[in-house]
C-alpha cells in the first residue's frame, strides 16, 4: 500500500485525476526515483494552493500561512541545506522536544525521520503550506535574509520588544495539558504583534477553522487548525480575557493585557459571539506605543494639512471628522489633540474605549451600563473647567445638542459622526434632530476620511492596463494622461508578498465658510452642498484619492476600494 493511496482515492473520487493520469505518474516517478507530489505539480495535474487544500482535506492536519510567521535562524541553522531542498520542507518552529515543518507532502515519512533524527527532536508534526512559499522561505533562510528581518531592520528594539512580548505571553497561566494549544494561540497573537495587525479573528465553521489577521484594512487567512481543537482555542482566549468559559449563548467582552515593560503595556479588546458552530472570537489591538502621533505622516495635502490646524486652533468651535469605523479617525483627532496638549490648557475626552494613552490629558472610559455614557461624560466635563473637549461619537440628539452648546458657549470640541463624506454629515446632524441655525453657528470644520494602502516601494509597477477613456472616467484631466505614471502593486519580501505596505489618509477636508454656513441655515440638500464645496476648491475623497495615484502612493484598484460608496 502506498503513503499516497488516501490522497489518490480522494482525487480520483473528485475527478481531479483520471486512474489513467495516476499510472502515468506513477511510472514516471518510478523511472525517475522521483517524488509523487512533485511529478503531479510538474505535470500540470495539480497546482500548489489546491494541493495545499486538498491535503488539508485528506490528512486533517492544520495549514499555515508561512510568509506570517516568525522562523528563527537558529533553528533552520541546525539542519543541512541538502536535506532542507530535498524535501522541500522547512522547520518553522520547534518546543519540547517536538520540530514543527512546513510541507506539502506530509505523508513524506523519510522526511519526516530525517529530520527527527539530525534535529535530535522526540518528534516531527508536518504543518500543510504552501510549496511555493516554502521554496521562496527556503531561498531567504539559506541564500540571503528574510522578509520578516526586511521589514523591522530599522527598529533597534523591535528584537527586545518580540523577546518581552513572547516572556508576557508564556507567563499566562496553563495547564500542562493545554500546553499545545496555549502555544499556537500566543504564537498568533505574537505574530499578530509582528506583522502590525490590528484584529485578529478566530471563526469555527462546521468542518473547518481558520485564523485570519486584519493587516493595513484588509483581512487575510494566517492559519487554519484542526477544527476539532476550537472549543480549546475559544476556552484558552476566554479565559485570557476574563470571561465566562461556562457561558456560550450570549456575547461577551473583555481585554487581555500584555506588560511587556514597565512602560509599556499592549491590550487587546476582546468580543466574543456565538455562532452557528461555535464561538467567535475577534480581538482588537490597543498599542499606544504604535501610534505616530505625527500630523506630517498622516497623509494631508499641505492645504488641507493648513484647514485643519486652524480649525483646531480657534478657542470655539466644533471639528468633526467623519468616515466608516477603520477610516483613522481617532489617530487623526488624537493627532490635534497632541498639537494642542500644553500646561495652559485643560483638555478631558469622553472614549469608547480610551485606544491611545496620552499623558496631560484627561481621558474617560465610557460606560453605558453604570449610566457613564458620552452625553453623562460631556455634562460632567462641562462641570471640570474644559478648554478643550473630544467626545469619541455623536451617536444621538442629547450628545449632540450638549457638543453643540460647548462649541458656542468658549469650548472647542471633536468628535466623530459614521458618515460617508461632508455634506452627509450636515445632512446626519440634522436627522438626529439638531437645529439648522445651531449647526451653521457652531461647526468649524467637517472632515471626511479614509485610509488607503500605501504601494510598496520596493516592488511597485507600472500600469499600463487603463485607457484614456478609463482614466478620464475615473476623473483625471485630459490633459495630464500623456504624463501620469500610475503604478501597480507586484509582491515581493519586502512586503510579504502583499503589494502594498502601510497606510496612507485620503481626506475631505472644509473649513465652514459663510456661503456654506448659509446654506445649512436654509437646509441645503447634500448635493448642493457637494457642489458648493466644489465652487470653494474643496476636493471630495475620490479627487483626494487620484493625487495619491499622481504620486505613486497607491493604485488605482485601491482607490476605488475604498472611496466607491
Not at 275 to 281: A, C, D, Q, S, V
Not at 348 to 357: L, Q, R
Not at 390 to 407: H, L, N, Q, S, Y
Amino acid at each position: 500500500m502506498s503513503d499516497y493511496d488516501p490522497l489518490i482515492g480522494y482525487m480520483v473520487q473528485h475527478k481531479i485525476c483520471t486512474p489513467e493520469q495516476i499510472r502515468e505518474v506513477q511510472i514516471s516517478v518510478q523511472k525517475k526515483r522521483g517524488n509523487f507530489l512533485q511529478q503531479l505539480l510538474s505535470d500540470g495535474l495539480l497546482d500548489g494552493s489546491r494541493l495545499s487544500k486538498i491535503n488539508r482535506e485528506v490528512y486533517n492536519l492544520p495549514y499555515v500561512m508561512l510568509r506570517e510567521m516568525d522562523i528563527r535562524r537558529e533553528l533552520t541553522a541546525q539542519f543541512k541545506e541538502a536535506i532542507v531542498r530535498k524535501h522541500m520542507a522547512l522547520p518553522f518552529y520547534a518546543a519540547g522536544g517536538r520540530l514543527f515543518i512546513a510541507t506539502f507532502d506530509p505523508s513524506n515519512r523519510m522526511m519526516l525521520d530525517e529530520f527527527k533524527y539530525q534535529g535530535k527532536f522526540t518528534s516531527v508534526e508536518p504543518i500543510i503550506a504552501d510549496m511555493g512559499v516554502i521554496e521562496a522561505l527556503i531561498e531567504d533562510h539559506y541564500a540571503g535574509v528574510s522578509g520578516m528581518e526586511q521589514i523591522f531592520e530599522d527598529d533597534e528594539n523591535q528584537e527586545q520588544n518580540i523577546n518581552a512580548i513572547s516572556e508576557a505571553l508564556a507567563g499566562m497561566p496553563g495547564t500542562e495539558e493545554e500546553a499545545p494549544v496555549v502555544r499556537f494561540v500566543s504564537g498568533m497573537l505574537l505574530d499578530a504583534i509582528r506583522t502590525g495587525a490590528s484584529d485578529l479573528h478566530f471563526e469555527p465553521y462546521e468542518t473547518s477553522y481558520r485564523v485570519r489577521f486584519r493587516r493595513d484594512g484588509v483581512l487575510q487567512e494566517v492559519a487554519a487548525p484542526p477544527p476539532n481543537i476550537a472549543n480549546r482555542i475559544t476556552a484558552r482566549l476566554k479565559v485570557m480575557a476574563s470571561l465566562d468559559i461556562a457561558e456560550k449563548r450570549v456575547p461577551q467582552d473583555g481585554r487581555i493585557k500584555l506588560q511587556v515593560s514597565e512602560t509599556k503595556a499592549i491590550d487587546f479588546r476582546v468580543s466574543s459571539l456565538p455562532t452557528l458552530w461555535g464561538e467567535k472570537i475577534v480581538l482588537r489591538i490597543l498599542d499606544s506605543s504604535a501610534a505616530k502621533l505625527n500630523i506630517d505622516v498622516l497623509g494631508f495635502e499641505p492645504d488641507q494639512k493648513q484647514h485643519y490646524l486652524d480649525a483646531i486652533s480657534k478657542p470655539q468651535g466644533l471639528v468633526l471628522v467623519t468616515g466608516p469605523t477603520g477610516s483613522g479617525k481617532t489617530v487623526s483627532l488624537y493627532t490635534g489633540l497632541s498639537i494642542l496638549n500644553k500646561p495652559t490648557v485643560n483638555i478631558s475626552t469622553a472614549e469608547d474605549p480610551v485606544e491611545i494613552n496620552l499623558p496631560g490629558i484627561n481621558q474617560v472610559n465610557v460606560n453605558p451600563k453604570t449610566g457613564l455614557d458620552f452625553a453623562a461624560a460631556l455634562k460632567a466635563f462641562l462641570r471640570q473647567d474644559p478648554d478643550i473637549i473630544m467626545v469619541g461619537e455623536i451617536r444621538d440628539i442629547v450628545t449632540g445638542e450638549i457638543a453643540v452648546k460647548a462649541a458656542q458657549t468658549g469650548h472647542l470640541v471633536l468628535s466623530t459622526l459614521h458618515t460617508n463624506d461632508v455634506p452627509q454629515t450636515i445632512a446626519r446632524l440634522v436627522n438626529i434632530g439638531i437645529p439648522s441655525y445651531n449647526i451653521a453657528a457652531s461647526v468649524n470644520l467637517i472632515m471626511a476620511q479614509r485610509l488607503t494602502r500605501r504601494l510598496c516601494g520596493n516592488c511597485k509597477i507600472r500600469d499600463r492596463r487603463h485607457s484614456h477613456d478609463e482614466l478620464v472616467a475615473l476623473g483625471f484631466a485630459e490633459d495630464e494622461i500623456d504624463d501620469l505614471r500610475i503604478y501597480a502593486p507586484k509582491g515581493c519580501e519586502r512586503c510579504s508578498y502583499q503589494g502594498y505596505r502601510g497606510r496612507a489618509g485620503i481626506y475631505q477636508v472644509v473649513p465652514i465658510s459663510e456661503s456654506l454656513s448659509e446654506m445649512i441655515l436654509h437646509n441645503a440638500s447634500a448635493a448642493d452642498i457637494a457642489e458648493q464645496c466644489q465652487k470653494e476648491g474643496y476636493w471630495d475623497l475620490r479627487q483626494s484619492a487620484l493625487n495619491k495615484v499622481r504620486q505613486g502612493l497607491t493604485s488605482i484598484e485601491e482607490i476605488l476600494r475604498v472611496t466607491t460608496d
